[in-house]
């Protein structure tokens, strides 16, 4: 039996693309939210969550935190959904150099002098935002299929 209205019909119905500015805003809230979780989690731990850097103490503080895991996801994802605009391909390749870096940077904070809790929890983030921002690409990439 088929319909007389088309919207009716399931097989009629496409997907919606998924809005950028939905992913972006997601990816970078998601991030912000979760690493804030795990920045009190390491505190709640003992981690000292301070870095020293060329001899002076760096404090690791939420503002911090919440500033570097919005702006990363936003600046990676736009630049990846913009470039696919002109080649889709760079979406997946957004998606390996958001990996790629977040991989690459976890090793920052093993390299510097703190406490085991703190490079813990600085990796913990950092991962973390690399995952969101290649979850959000994905996204982004399945809606347009």
Same mark, same amino acid.
């Given at each position: 039996?088929?319909?007389? %209205?088309? /919207?009716?019909? +399931?097989?009629?119905?496409?997907?919606?693309?998924?809005?950028?500015?939905?992913? !972006?805003?997601?990816? /970078?809230?998601?991030?912000? $939210?979760?690493?804030?979780?795990?920045? *009190? !989690?390491? =505190?709640?731990?003992?981690?000292?969550?301070?870095?020293?850097?060329?001899?002076?103490?760096?404090?690791?503080?939420?503002?911090?935190?919440?500033?570097?895991? $919005?702006?990363?996801?936003?600046?990676?994802?736009?630049? /990846?959904?913009?470039?696919?605009?002109?080649?889709?391909? *760079?979406?997946?390749?957004?998606? *390996?150099?958001?990996?790629? !870096?977040?991989?690459?940077?976890?090793?920052? +904070?093993?390299?510097?002098?703190? =406490?085991?809790?703190?490079?813990?929890?600085? !990796?913990?983030?950092?991962?973390?935002?690399? %995952?969101?921002?290649?979850?959000?690409?994905?996204? $982004?990439?399945?809606?347009?299929?």
């Amino acid at each position: 039996m088929t319909s007389s %209205f088309p /919207a009716a019909d +399931p097989a009629a119905r496409g997907r919606r693309a998924l809005p950028v500015w939905q992913a !972006v805003a997601g990816a /970078a809230a998601l991030a912000a $939210i979760v690493n804030l979780i795990v920045l *009190f !989690v390491g =505190d709640a731990a003992g981690a000292s969550l301070v870095l020293k850097l060329n001899g002076k103490s760096d404090e690791i503080n939420a503002g911090g935190v919440i500033f570097m895991s $919005i702006v990363a996801p936003v600046v990676g994802v736009t630049a /990846a959904v913009l470039l696919a605009r002109w080649k889709p391909v *760079f979406l997946r390749v957004g998606q *390996f150099a958001g990996g790629a !870096v977040a991989l690459l940077t976890a090793i920052g +904070p093993l390299t510097v002098d703190t =406490d085991g809790g703190t490079a813990a929890t600085l !990796v913990t983030m950092h991962l973390f935002v690399g %995952f969101v921002a290649v979850s959000a690409l994905e996204a $982004i990439r399945r809606s347009r299929a």
